[in-house]
């Protein structure tokens, strides 16, 4: 079975600081990485993604992540946030290379970002 | 173009009576999943439809929750007898099918069980 633990349930953060937001998983196969964003009361909307390739990954909005294959991690981070980016944010994986199409969800981390 | 819809955007009902979700995915997308999105439970998938293939219902949590995707299109949850604890946002995605594609969501549906 798969899971995802996201290690902090809020960050709060002043504006233009930097933020990093902490992903886990646990497979015993190889999953592709997501990581979503919800508005208040909007539907979810992806961020980046990892497949395979470049650990490094660039999304929208200025956020990147990192694929730590040792450490299963795939934490999200962003150099200098905006009120805007005041949201919740989901880390999910789905398991690589077979039919299914289901993500399994982290319990999400609530950004607050403070003027 | 017009992303995912979902329909009602809210629904209020009582205990024990059945209720019906809609979904309208994106033009063109073949694949469609259903999500649930509650306080205790955060999203938890509740099943998948891709082309013609037998649907995944692994997680459809009780035998009172189905769904079925007509003319491979447009997608129907159905949940029996309604229960409080079926409480939540029901979420629905579409993408072109394969496991690697971003999945687009809509809005929600925020079911309410008095």
């Known amino acids: 079975a798969q899971s995802v633990t996201q290690l902090d349930s809020q960050v709060p953060v002043f504006e233009e600081a930097p933020v990093e937001l902490r992903c886990n998983y646990s497979s015993s196969v190889s999953v592709y990485l997501f990581w979503y964003v919800q508005y208040p009361n909007q539907g979810l909307q992806l961020l980046l993604k990892?497949?395979?390739?470049?650990?490094l990954v660039k999304g929208i909005n200025g956020f990147e992540a990192e694929f730590n294959k040792s450490q299963t991690s795939f934490h999200l981070r962003k150099p200098s946030v905006h009120i805007s980016d005041t949201a919740e944010y989901f880390c999910a994986v789905r398991t690589a290379g077979s039919n299914t199409g289901k993500l399994i969800f982290g319990q999400g981390t609530t950004l607050q970002v403070k003027p | 173009g017009a992303g995912v819809s979902q329909s009602p955007s809210n629904k209020v009902t009582e205990k024990g009576k059945d209720v019906e979700l809609r979904c309208d995915p994106i033009s063109g997308h073949t694949a469609l999943y259903w999500y649930r999105q509650s306080l205790g439970q955060g999203l938890e998938f509740l099943i998948y439809?891709?082309?013609?293939?037998?649907?995944?219902k692994s997680g459809l949590p009780s035998d009172r929750f189905s769904a079925e995707r007509t003319g491979g299109s447009v997608s129907t949850l159905t949940i029996q007898r309604t229960q409080q604890e079926d409480s939540a946002v029901y979420l629905c995605?579409?993408?072109?099918?394969?496991?690697?594609?971003?999945?687009?969501f809509g809005p929600g549906t925020r079911l309410t069980v008095l």
């Open positions: 439809f891709q082309g013609n293939s037998a649907p995944d």
């Open positions: 990892y497949l395979s390739g470049s650990t």
């Open positions: 995605a579409s993408s072109l099918g394969y496991p690697e594609d971003e999945q687009f």
